[in-house]
Structure formats: structure tokens, C-alpha cells
């Protein structure tokens, strides 16, 4: 079957809708749809009935309300569509309020403190923006998860919320630029998504892959990426069937599934979609994460998702490329070729860049976590520091616009918005600056610090907040003005000014960066414990609050989660190498030790020069004391760590505390891997690791 007829076959999307839907009920579903009116619980059930006809169709039994708590993964619970009849026997059923709320039990999901044990319920709440499908026989329902007293308990909510409030402030915008009819402005994300594959055999081999989703130990193999050679490499055979294989999968979940190729690293790859709207494109995300996993399990491998699966080679990340558009299908962050346009697009332009300037932490907290925390900064992935760039071309323009000295489309005097055209802007600007935490690519931003693990509703919460804040405020002084060029032109000459600080279009990697950021007075928050206690800054709550996106309770909980995740990642990571170390390695050492001795022994009777076995026995030993004090050292420190009752503390006692010692004890065993024989060695090496898929 060609792609066309699979692509959506899975998903109750619009066609199927228009096709089994009276079509009144369909016109109210669309206006639910479109405008979030309320649903009538008569359309529900109209709605519901011919979502189970379609689903049971398509093989399904059951039907879950899909949710996205604060785990980081998607959390499901299937019921079946059953229903006892007189006669002893079952219809199957589902009725519009089983669509439209749930409540699984809340009791186990991570909230941070807001929902006591007593109150333990918790419920979920179709989102009819996404569409339900069909997986493995059952029916999945898209939904929002709140705490039974209306808290927020899940990513998908605030995300809503911050969709809604761009709208709102986009739209008093376009109205200002006499662009009456724009009915919806929607945020845009299209993210890049790296992983590894490897084979399940190795990953079978290693306790660390298996507990904590990256390696703990690991010394160099003579080959790593240095040749980049695998980058946009030919890909393997197995790696191509796997990747036509989730191809196929995707597509029939409706996600764009559309470039695919080797990453730098050696078994590093990437998988883009086409954009969407930013909710859709976070579920699809999720959904191709789980699909990975799923689909390298058939083919015999193991997706590794993890930030940094592996010292020494570039770790994986999510490139959260984001940008507004209208109903109309018009993208905001395209320059353009009128002069009112163009002084529109400054205008969103000069928001962005306000905001980004504004909430650097919000930007970096957004994207932190144990897994991040060893891949940004570490020169192969944007700096912990966040700026922005913009390219030569439009910086040009920045500038004229707040000095005035020669405009950059050559005209002397201060670029006048709304009378001069700005240049044409290089969709693609040769310079694609890898090095960037926030780069305008041509006509959306691509923000390069979210992980591959993560969830990209965080950061897009964020980011749809902090701009939608700033164009409040600009449509506030806007409306106000007499004579809104005037007006206009004030107010982004005054803001680029005040903001251009966070513009920076030069190598992100240098150390000289480093400290013309510090001069600039830029945020350098070098880790998660660092970054997460800036949550509670004033203005952090305020502008989430006055967006209606979290109350300072539902904020400040998101934070305790994230530090006790933290804090829980570094324990079990700690646990894992004194486990290793003295399960595996520090034995197998011993044994390669004593092999040594005998044949050191031997040699010796017959007069053999002993000088190397004695010398090796010797390096080996002290390794392996090395090794067994640095692992006594983590003992110590972990007993210590669970003195920490308070969040904070905890995570900045993993950060400052275990870490080092955990880096210590990881120095000891890869200069053991690097002197004990193959043979000895307990687990498979970087290079079984890296070229285990033929
Ligand atoms: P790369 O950054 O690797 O060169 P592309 O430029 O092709 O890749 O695009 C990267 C991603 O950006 C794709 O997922 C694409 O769909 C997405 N993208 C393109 N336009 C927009 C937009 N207006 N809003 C959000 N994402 C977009
Ligand atoms: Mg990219």
C-alpha cells in the first residue's frame, strides 16, 4: 500500500470525522474544535459511539484517556468497551462522559506536594485539539490530567493554557497592524529528535544502560567520531529496515514523519517531522519516543533516548524549532516583502528577543535535568549561557534600527519602519551557527538546549508564555499611542536596545564567550541544582500567573519534582556504580591479577624476564585500590545525602557531593579497563558499544 492510504489510518482524525459524524454533531465538535467551545454531553455521546464503531473496526477492545503526568513518559489506563447484556452476554459500549473525563487514581503520579494522600483523585479531560487513534487494540484518547480540586498534574494543560494565552496578545497585535481577519494565532514546533541504536545483546551486557539509560564506565576506544565519517553517513541495513519500519508506524499514527539520517556520533541518528501545532507536535513527539523503543525491540536493538549515553562522543538533544502562524496560514516570524509587514515581523522579532533576554532562566530551567546537565556546555551541544542569533543580515538591522547610523539596506539615517523594506533575508543563512542556544533560522527559532528524553511541552510552555507577556506589553503601549508609527518605532528602538545584550553571533563554544557573556550580565547556569531554585524568582511566578498558566503553588510544585527527580536520577546512578565496581570490576581485575601472578610465577622459574607481568601487577593493584576507596568514598557520601530532607539541598548535596566522587571512581575503572585483557574485562567496551550494529 502506497504512504497516501496508510498515512492516518490509525487516527480518528478530520476526514474520518466529517465521514461518520452526523453532520450537525460533526459542525459542533468543529466549533469545540476550533474555538474551545464547550462540548453538549448529547454531541459527546453522538461523538463517542462512533469513535468505538471506528475503533472496534479497527480491531480495538479497549479505550484509554492518554496523559502526560509529571514522569516525563505518557501514563495510560485501558478499560474495554464491555458491557453485560440480560442474556449473559456483552455489547460493547462507550458513552460521551467516558470520553470526556476519567479518573484514575492520582496517588501515584509525582505532584510535588499539592495533592495530599487523602484527596488522592485525580482526573482526565478529553482534548478534542488532538486527535484520538487506535495502537495495539486500543483506543487512545488524548487528555489533560488536574488534580481533583483543579490543580494541574500534567504537561499537556499548561501547554494548552500557553497556546491559549499567545492567541489572545498575538491577536490585539495583528488587530493594531490592521489584520481584522486572523480569527487564531497557534504556536508552531517541528522537533528534531536524536537517539542511538545499539544491539540488544550488548545492552543486555551492561547493568548501567539498563538502570540508568547511559553508561557509568567506559574508557575511549581507539575509534570514536573524530573522523566524521558517520554524519550523514550511508546508512546500515539494519538501521535502514529499522527506520522504514517506524516510518511506516508513524505515519499511520498521522505524525509527518519526513528526514531521517546518521548523526555525528557513531550509532547516532536523527528522526525530523514536518511542523504542526505545538500541542499535536508535543503528543507526536511523545508517540515517536515510544515507537523507537518499541520498533528497535522488533529489529533486535535498543533505543537509547538518554542525553549522554556515552562519555567522549556528542549526546543526543531535541531541536525545538518554534514559530506563530495564523489561521490564515500566515507565519509570523517570516520576513516580509511590504514595509508593514516587515514592521510587523520586528515587532514579533523584537518580542522574542525581549523575552528570551528576560527569562534566560525560565529558557534554562526549562531544559534542565540530570541527563542535559552533562551534554550543554560540553562543546558538542549550545552552552548552559542563553543567547541568541540572529544572523549578520538581520542583526544589520537591529542595529540601524537602534543607532540610526546607516540603515543596512544602505540609506543613510535610521531605518524607518513602516516607509523602508527591510533586505531580503537569507531563508537559510549560510553561517547555520551550531553553536547557538536560540537561532533564528530564516523564519522560526530553533532552541537547541532540550534533550533528547525530554518532553518538549516545558520548554514550549515557556516559551509561549514569556512571548505572549511581552506582547501584552506591547500591545498595551500600542493601543494607547496617537500615532502608532511613531509609536512603533519608539518602542523597538527602545526595546533592541535595551535587550540587544542577548544577541550573539559568534562561536557559543569559546571560553572568550564565556566571559564577554558574564561582562554582558548573562545568566551562566552551569547545572540542574544551579538552575532549578530560580523558579521561585518573583517575576517567574508572576508571569505565569498572570497568564493563567500556574498558580505560584503549581509552579513552585513542578520544581520539588524536578529537584527530587534529580536527586533520585544521581542516587540511582551512584547505587549503580559501587554495585558494578565491586560486583564486576573489582573482581574481574583480581582475576586478571592473579593470572598474571602465575604466569609471572612460572616465568620466573625458568629465569624469564618478569620485569612487564610485574610492573602490570603492580599498576593493576594500586588501580584496583584506587578503585575500591573511591567506591567506600561514594558509600560514605550517599549515607551522608540521605540526611537531606529539603529538595534544594538534596540536589545541590548530588551536584556538589556525589558527582565528583562518581567521577573519580569512573576515572579509577577506566584506567583498569584500559590495562586488564579483553577476556577479563566484565562488560562489553565503548567500541562492542559503538559498532555493535552491523
Ligand atoms: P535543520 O535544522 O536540520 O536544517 P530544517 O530546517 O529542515 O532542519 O527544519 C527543522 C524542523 O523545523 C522541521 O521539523 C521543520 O518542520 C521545522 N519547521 C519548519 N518551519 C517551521 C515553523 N514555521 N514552525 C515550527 N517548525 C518549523
Ligand atoms: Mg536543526
Redesign the pocket.
Known sequence: MGVPEIFGENVFSETVMKNKLPKDVYRSLKRTIDNGEALDIGVANVVANAMKDWAVEKGATHYTHWFQPMTGVTAEKHDSFIAPTSDGKVIMEFSGKELVVGEPDASSFPSGGIRATFEARGYTAWDPTSYAFVRDGTLYIPTAFCSYTGEVLDKKTPLLRSMDALNKQALRILKLFGNEDVKHVTS?????QEYFLIDEKVYEAREDLKMTGRTLFGAMPPKGQELEDHYFGSIKTRVSEFMKDLDTELWKLGI?A??KHNEVAPAQH?L????STTNV?TDHNQLTMEMMKKVAQRHGMVCLLHEKPFEGINGSGK?N?????TNTGV?L??PGKTPADNAQFMLFLTAVIKAVDEYQDLLRLSVASAGNDHRLGAHEAPPAIISIFLGDELEGIVESIVHGEKAANGKKGKMRLGVDVLPEIPR?STD?NRTSPFAF????F?FRMPGSSFSVAEPNIVINTIVADVLEQFADQLEKSENFNDALQALLSKNLKEHRRIIFNGNGYSREWEEEAGKRGLLNLRNTAEALPYFQLDKNIEVFRRHGIFTSRELLSRMEIAQENYKKIITIEARTMVDMAKKQIYPAVNAYIAELCGVADGKAAYGADVTGDKALISRLSAGNAQLFAAVSELEDTLREGERHSLAEEGAKFCAYRILPVMERLRAAADDLERDTAKDYWPMPTYADLFFSVE
Open positions: 508552531t514546533l517541528g522537533p528534531e509527518l519526513k528526514t536523527e525530523a517531522p514536518i511542523f507536535a531541536h524549532n518554534w514559530s506563530m502562524s507565519n516570524l517570516d537559510d547555520r533560522t530564516g523564519n522560526k530553533e
